[in-house]
């Protein structure tokens, strides 16, 4: 089946989720993307559970391959000069690249956007790290966690009297693979249009904070500083979760419910019947909720106790309102919308056999994303593509093979 | 210059979920224009307000996420109205929409009728759970998409419920990811003459941020937990969000290639304040694995890490990292961030104009861009967020309809 980048040839460098998650969207929708690894340096997820003697060893790591499906990789050495050599003439035949290191490494190499752009006037690159190419800090290394922290969602998630936790997963890693996707493709589409080239320099916590504009913006309106408040809202109450009846194997369930007005609230009083406690004028109104917050959870928690959580939620969507059961992360290869929109496939890996990978959350009428392998080994492809796509002589690849540089 | 989303005109019909996604294709270049019903979007009413005046046009919600956008006030579910936006959805390349699945189509306005109006249009409907699926058509919103997406469960503190941003996150990564569907849209149009519906679920995109953890269950049997300021590993828990003097910091006590120079300069900057252990400072760091310390080993390293953090201050401390590469971070809030050196260098903040004389300092550019000659193709905030029905008549006009029109319009209520 044609899809939208099927004439997309990609060269990747870097790892973790931030720069690979980006390159999936295309390589989803038909375009060869071309990760270079090495086994000197290897992509810290496949490092992150790792330990001497694993099975697989680097081709082991769960992440790595749920999070690199459908790419291909190449290993070169790019400690070696005759590989640095190699990533070069890579570099100047794809068709754009994509690179999250820290500043400097790529310019090392002689593969930066002002070196490559010389020889290949149309480039189009990307590079996405912690704080940006340029200014004091550019140079300060992190990961999400610290990414999360200083773009302010690490100070907003949490309860007003305990410690920030930051939303689970680092979300700075989830957030600029999306920039990072909506980036490079409005530049493909306007070199398809204009014939130019683009360097696009992609800091992660811009992104975030740009993302927090509403925080960021109440400061410099009103001096307001926002901060945790849990599952509370400004505008809404109830607003949070509520406990229900645990699982048959003591695993705690939870179920979500938003009232969000007036209206919602009387529908919910009727659903629960018209207890005493629910029927008072006082609460008839959001302001008069907020002020008895405390005491309406803790009345709708002696309540929710009992209950199913999925059985609640389904009955409250009958009545209306705006309610989910929380679901943990087994739940999702169950959950009937997820399956409907196919969000899992399957996938085949030599080394962690068939799993789940993810699909994005867009379905395009025409072309939808698929998946059509699992993540490669390192250095899978490293014969496929150098001297079918690269059109290496045969003579060549084996003289890198025995010096050691196709590793 | 122009930006990348230059000529590309879109009707932003979106409430809450989907202002960012306006936003950032107009901030790209896009010629964007947000389509409200005439009394106004819910969010123009709803505090905190710019000084606190409540008079529809500066609700901090919605001047942060409606900026480079023009307004119109139109009642689609006029058939008047709905053959003006069928009219001008026939000049539109992109429509954004959040309605529930099937509102837009019983007005007239649903992928068909846009579809055989404009073939090339591109419609992108951002929606809790999606267009079609046994959850179509329940409500939704930030808490109840995040609480079934898996991510919800693991965050927070494994004493207490699960527990959100303050912030509706789900709403940024589901805009985000209409960004990246249309920009995708825009070029398999250039092949193929025609524009597509792209169906965005906020669940959906709230998966994906579980990092890989979703798909993993399905393999290592870990449903997810939540662990507070911590993290698992394999072993041991160990500690991920510290306190210091003033504050929090980002801190981890991870191993690998890119970490270890790190670890080892902190104990350095320790040991210059007399608060490393000769076991900290003669350590093997070279061997140093995170997946094979026991909790007792976390322990022990924890609390002189922990010890010392509290010893110096927020900025102390991200001074000090940026100086020496350490992997630390203060969880700082938006009076730090507006103050950031970081972010003065890049340029970051702007003074947005209002039409009052006044200005206000927003978060601007989401990247940098640049060609080969070294000029930019800006990624810039275009104008302020607009006033309640600012740019009716002119965007009217622009796009065909006489005078006449606009006024038989106005006069039969459609445009306010």
């Not at chain 1, 949490?158 to 920030?164: A, N, Q, V």
């Not at chain 1, 360097?199 to 740009?210: A, C, F, P, R, T």
């Not at chain 2, 110096?312 to 401390?317: Q, S």
Request: glycine share 10%; charged share 20%; proline share 5%.
């Amino acid at each position: 089946m044609s899809n939208i980048f099927d004439d997309l040839t990609i060269l990747e460098f870097g790892g973790g989720a931030a720069g690979p998650v980006a390159t999936r969207y295309f390589a989803d929708h038909g375009a060869t993307v071309i990760r270079v690894e090495s086994k000197q340096r290897p992509d810290f997820l496949r490092l992150l559970k790792f330990v001497p003697g694993l099975a697989g060893g680097l081709d082991a790591a769960e992440h790595f391959g749920v999070l690199n499906a459908n790419k291909r990789s190449v290993a070169i050495n790019m400690a070696n000069p005759r590989g640095i050599e190699v990533a070069k003439r890579l570099a100047l035949w794809a068709d754009c690249i994509a690179e999250n290191f820290a500043p400097g490494a790529m310019k090392k190499w002689g593969l930066d956007y002002a070196t490559l752009v010389k020889e290949r006037p149309d480039l189009v690159m990307i590079s996405t790290c912690l704080n940006g190419q340029t200014g004091p800090e550019r140079f300060y290394p992190g990961f999400g966690g610290q990414g999360s922290a200083l773009s302010g969602f690490n100070h907003l998630t949490g309860w007003p009297d305990r410690e920030p936790v930051g939303p689970y997963g680092t979300i700075t890693d989830s957030l600029s693979p999306r920039y990072a996707a909506f980036l490079l493709a409005s530049a493909l589409w306007r070199r398809t249009r204009t014939g130019e080239g683009q360097y696009i320099d992609l800091s992660q916590v811009e992104g975030g904070i740009v993302c927090l504009s509403e925080s960021l913006l109440g400061f410099a309106a009103n001096g307001e500083v926002l901060e945790r408040m849990g599952n509370r809202s400004r505008h809404a109450a109830p607003h949070g979760l509520f406990r229900c009846r645990d699982h048959a194997d003591g695993r705690e369930r939870w179920l979500a419910l938003a009232i969000h007005d007036d209206t919602d609230w009387a529908t919910l009083v009727d659903f629960l019947g018209r207890p005493a406690w629910a029927v008072a004028p006082a609460l008839a109104t959001v302001d008069g909720r907020q002020a008895q917050v405390d005491q309406l959870e803790t009345e709708l928690s002696a309540y929710t106790r009992t209950q199913d959580h999925r059985d609640l939620a389904l009955r409250l969507q009958s009545a209306g309102l705006d309610a989910a059961a929380v679901n943990d992360l087994g739940d999702l290869h169950a959950d009937g919308q997820l399956l409907h929109r196919g969000h899992f496939g399957l996938v085949d890996h030599a080394v962690l056999g068939r799993h789940p990978a993810e699909r994005h959350a867009i379905r395009f009428s025409e072309t939808d994303p698929v998946l059509h392998k699992a993540a490669p080994l390192l250095g899978e492809d490293t014969e496929y593509v150098l001297r079918e796509r690269l059109q290496m002589s045969a003579s060549e690849y084996q003289s890198l093979l025995d010096d050691g540089v196709l590793q | 210059m122009l930006g990348n989303l230059s000529g590309v005109r879109v009707l932003d019909l979106t409430h809450e979920p989907g202002f960012f996604a306006g936003k950032l294709l107009g901030d790209m270049g896009a010629d964007v224009v947000k389509v409200e019903p005439p009394g106004g979007d819910p969010a123009r009413r709803r505090g905190p307000f710019w000084g606190g005046v409540d008079d529809g046009n500066r609700s901090i919600v919605w001047l942060a996420l409606n900026t480079s956008k023009r307004a119109i006030t139109l009642d689609w579910t006029q058939p008047a109205g709905r053959d003006a936006l069928l009219a001008l959805a026939a000049q539109a390349d992109v429509v954004l929409e959040t309605e529930r699945p099937g509102v837009l189509a019983a007005a007239g306005l649903g992928w068909a009728a846009l579809h055989a109006r404009n073939p090339r249009l591109i419609v992108v409907s951002i929606t809790p759970w999606g267009q079609t699926g046994p959850h179509a058509q329940w409500r939704g919103s930030d808490l109840t998409v995040i609480a079934a997406s898996g991510n919800l469960h693991c965050t927070g503190d494994p004493d207490r419920a699960p527990v959100r941003c303050s912030l509706p996150v789900s709403y940024y990564h589901g805009s985000l990811e209409a960004c990246v569907g249309v920009a995708f849209a825009l070029v398999s149009r250039e092949r193929t003459g025609r524009g597509q519906h792209l169906d965005v679920a906020l669940h959906d995109a709230m998966v994906m941020p579980n990092i890989a953890t979703a798909s993993m269950s399905k393999m290592t049997g870990n449903r997810g937990q939540r662990a507070g300021a911590f993290f698992r590993q394999s072993k041991s828990v160990q500690r991920e969000i510290w306190p210091c003097k003033d504050g929090f910091v980002s801190f981890a006590l991870r191993g690998g290639p890119a970490r270890v120079p790190g670890l080892v300069k902190m104990v350095q900057y320790m040991d210059e304040n007399g608060m490393a252990s000769e076991a900290l400072k003669t350590k093997d760091w070279k061997a140093y694995n995170h997946n094979l310390l026991t909790q007792a080993e976390v322990d022990a390293l924890s609390a002189e890490f922990g010890a010392f953090f509290k010893t110096k201050t927020m900025t102390e401390i991200f001074d000090r990292a940026c100086k020496e590469n350490l992997m630390i971070a203060p969880a700082i809030t938006a009076r730090e961030i507006a103050a950031s050196k970081q972010l003065a260098a890049r340029e970051f903040f702007i003074d947005v104009p209002y039409p009052d004389g006044t200005s206000l300092r927003q978060p601007g550019a989401f990247a940098l861009t640049t060609a080969k000659d070294g000029v930019t193709t800006p990624i810039r905030v275009q104008r302020a967020a607009p006033r309640l029905g600012e740019h009716t008549d002119e965007v009217l006009r622009e796009r065909g309809f006489s005078s006449d029109q606009i006024t038989t319009l106005r006069a039969a209520g459609v445009l306010g």
